[in-house]
């Protein structure tokens, strides 16, 4: 599992589990402090390699040998694409579109999101 083959909005079972994904990890200064670079945070986010979170859609029992399998998919958003379309690229009203419409975005994602489309900037 990589950022470009996970998608917003993804289902996976684990467990009993069920987990969604809802938005690239935003990486965090204390990485600047962490590694002893000023610039680690970005430097991570400008990579690519951001990871994602997770939000809980049913809660139950897992284990760490148990397989996490992919249960729905619901956007062509990637998370590799909500990271390039909020962090990379010029402002571009389509592509903020796209993502705003991904199901499964986080809210926090999508206010800012939408924010930023009111402006037009990034």
């Known amino acids: 599992m990589t950022e470009h083959n996970v998608f917003i909005g993804d289902i996976y079972r684990w467990g009993e589990v069920l987990i969604q994904v809802t938005q690239p990890r935003s990486p965090c200064f204390k990485l600047n402090f962490h590694f002893a670079i000023s610039d680690m945070a970005l430097l991570m986010q400008n990579s690519g390699k951001t990871g994602w979170l997770y939000r809980v859609i049913a809660p139950g029992k897992v284990s760490s040998d148990a397989p996490l399998e992919l249960a729905s998919r619901l956007s062509d958003v990637?998370?590799?694409?909500?990271?390039?379309?909020?962090?990379?690229?010029?402002?571009?009203?389509?592509?903020?579109?796209?993502?705003?419409?991904?199901?499964?975005?986080?809210?926090?994602?999508?206010r800012t999101m939408q924010k930023r489309r009111l402006s037009g900037k990034n």
């Open 78 to 110: 990637s998370v590799h694409e909500a990271g390039v379309i909020a962090w990379s690229m010029p402002f571009d009203d389509e592509q903020y579109h796209r993502l705003l419409s991904a199901a499964g975005l986080s809210a926090s994602w999508s």
